[in-house]
């Protein structure tokens, strides 16, 4: 047995995975079918969940562990296709959500309940995040899913964790490994024992050996005639999705294809907030607003000025509701206390050309085209439910009100969208995949949206990133208990031999060493020191990146800095040609479009344009020079620097 663990995925669970991995004292290998790291992880907009944290105990917030998992519960048992949502929750109603006879995913359920506090500590104290802000969202009894201050909280966290790992590879470069543009094609088994995968890079097919765990996504951007989505849910074909264009179910069908079973695979989440760009309404990629938004006192208008939902209702309802009320377009409205307490949020959007800030409700009313009296009867009937608490929509919570005509909003058409596949992976609460027969597949893991029957049949809003965070911490930690179970048991070339353990306070891990020559030949690695990992940090965008460059010589004349003005820049807008400008660099991407977590679409907006302000708010300046610098073609003309 080889002494790693190969993780393939390099989303929020994948890492959380690796560091886990590393945390215990294992290697590992991870792999990564696009460019770099981050996958859907990175669009994240609302928060991550968590009940007891110090956080709500800061804020005086009385949530319980207790009241989390009965909300979990509830969503799990009441969650139907959205045109079959509001009778399922009247069937149900009266149903115990903790009745094993009725909730079958009681177990999951928990394990990513009671381990949220400890994911969050675990985000703060090891990564230093700042997730010191509470939000409410959709199905959930108290304020519980954190966000930092500043930019989306997804992005901040994966990022995080993707940062330390890389300065964890230059620390220990013999114990993790980080390889892009590598996708996965096959698990490696020795009779049921899953022992390794194959993945493809650079046209080779080649072979890793180790424990696997599977944080591969869902499959919600397979439109192909051979999709899973297509096959399972072909009335959702033509709908947009919020997806990256790596979440097509191959983490699925490896497992399935050496055993594993699935859960619910035919639950498809569709989200009812995903925002229509004036200029691109049938865009197919949309960007998700968050339901954030809602929990910080947006409501819904139809296309006649009047409100039809509690907002506040899970996401299968509401998208139900707007399906059944086919009155849009659908307005997503925030008065200006509510924008305030999410300003940043409102910033992004309206910057993105996605929201539009209206100083007055007769401007409003205006676009619309509805009278601004309309608009002030609705605001009143809101206003007079908040304050009774009785609103005929049922909705329950009601913050920054009262609503006035005489504010300013933000404003934004929203339309459902294709946002996350519930079903997946068969597993138990440790992670393990599992045969149809309940029985667990050796040496197989996972973690994420692959996983299916975490959430049930609806997923509460902020509990995708903590999945991500619980179960890849628990997908990494089995895999490392399997690991040092066979290794210290000499099993699959690994003899019982002395261990070593080697404690590092300061980078709070342990690290194992047996004596591996012979689980060095077992893992068919390239010839080095036993057990070790050959690094490989080059993040590959153009299928070039592993070509060695040879490096200048000292004395070497500096290559010539092109310069260009914002006329020249401006002739490229076409996605076969795209140039952008951030912070006076001038950026070829078109060879990234396609490869950027966040869709070619968030890049297209400011194609021939300067992006700075808008990049700067999403991420660090320095990500370009760190994971995209053969995009820099030269300099704005009058710029300082590159």
């Not at 200006?336 to 209206?358: A, D, T």
């Not at 009937?381 to 909003?409: I, L, S």
Request: net charge neutral.
């Amino acid at each position: 047995m080889a002494q790693q663990v190969i993780v393939v995925g390099g989303g929020l669970a994948g890492l959380s995975a690796a560091h886990t991995i590393l945390e215990r004292g294992g290697n590992v290998l991870l792999l990564e079918k696009l460019s770099f790291c981050g996958g859907n992880s990175t669009k994240a907009t609302s928060g991550i969940n968590g009940a007891l944290t110090r956080t709500q105990q800061r804020a005086g917030i009385q949530d319980s562990v207790d009241a989390f998992f009965r909300d979990t519960a509830e969503a799990a048992i009441k969650g139907a296709p959205p045109a079959e949502a509001a009778a399922k929750q009247a069937e149900m109603a009266d149903k115990d959500p903790f009745d094993p006879a009725v909730n079958p995913y009681l177990e999951t359920n928990k394990r990513l309940v009671y381990d949220s506090a400890p994911a969050i500590e675990w985000l703060i104290e090891s990564f230093g995040l700042d997730l010191s802000l509470l939000g409410r969202l959709g199905g959930h009894s108290f304020p519980r899913t954190h966000r930092g201050k500043q930019k989306f909280p997804g992005m901040t966290i994966t990022y995080a964790l993707l940062e330390k790992l890389e300065e964890r590879m230059q620390q220990m470069p013999d114990r993790v490994k980080i390889i892009t543009k590598a996708r996965a094609t096959e698990l490696i088994t020795n009779g049921s024992e899953v022992i390794g995968c194959k993945y493809e890079k650079d046209g080779k097919v080649v072979p890793a050996y180790g424990p696997v765990v599977l944080t591969t996504g869902g499959y919600g951007a397979d439109f192909s005639d051979s999709s899973l989505l297509k096959t399972l849910r072909p009335e959702y074909m033509e709908l947009p999705t919020t997806n990256g264009v790596h979440c097509t179910g191959d983490g699925i069908k490896m497992a399935q294809a050496v055993g594993g079973a699935t859960i619910d695979l035919d639950m498809v989440q569709i989200h009812p907030t995903a925002l229509v760009h004036p200029n691109e309404p049938e865009a197919k990629t949309k960007f998700l607003a968050a339901e954030a938004l809602r929990g910080a006192g947006g409501i819904f208008l139809d296309k006649s000025g009047h409100r039809f939902v509690d907002e506040l209702q899970k996401r299968d309802f509401v998208t139900g509701a707007m399906w059944a009320h086919n009155n849009g377009p659908y307005y997503l409205v925030l008065n200006g206390q509510s924008s305030k307490s999410i300003e940043w949020h409102c910033l992004h959007y309206e910057g993105r050309g996605l929201m539009k800030k209206y100083s007055s409700a007769d401007d409003l009313a205006k676009d619309m085209g509805v009278p601004v009296s309309t608009i002030k009867q609705t605001f009143d009937e809101y206003n007079a439910a908040a304050e009774a608490k009785q609103d005929k929509f049922g909705r329950k919570f009601f913050v920054n009100t009262p609503w006035v005509t005489n504010d300013q909003f933000y404003v934004g058409i929203v339309t459902p969208v294709i946002h996350y596949t519930l079903g997946g992976l068969k597993c138990n609460a440790d992670a393990e995949v599992l045969k149809n027969d309940g029985s667990a597949v050796p040496g197989l893991f996972c973690g994420g949206e692959v996983a299916g029957g975490i959430h049930g049949k609806n997923r509460l809003g902020g509990s995708s990133l903590l999945d991500c965070v619980v179960y890849g911490r628990v997908s990494g930690g089995s895999a490392s208990t399997y690991l040092m179970n066979k290794l210290s048991q000499g099993g699959a070339g690994g003899a019982s031999k002395p261990i070593n353990l080697v404690v590092d306070p300061a980078t709070k891990s342990v690290t194992i060493k047996f004596d591996g020559a012979a689980a060095a030949a077992a893992d068919n690695s390239p010839a080095g020191e036993t057990g070790s990992i050959p690094r490989d940090t080059e993040y590959d965008f153009d299928g070039k990146g592993n070509e060695k460059r040879e490096k200048p010589k000292s004395g070497d004349a500096k290559p010539e800095i092109k310069e260009y003005t914002m006329a020249d820049v401006a002739k490229h807008t076409k996605d076969t040609d795209c140039w952008v400008v951030v912070s006076g660099k001038v950026l070829n991407v078109t060879d990234f479009l396609n490869e950027h977590p966040g869709g070619k679409e968030a890049i297209m907006l400011y194609a021939g344009k300067d992006a700075t302000e808008e990049f700067n708010m999403m991420h660090d300046e320095s990500y370009i020079t760190k994971y995209a610098p053969q995009t820099i073609i030269g300099r704005v003309k009058g710029a300082s620097k590159l």
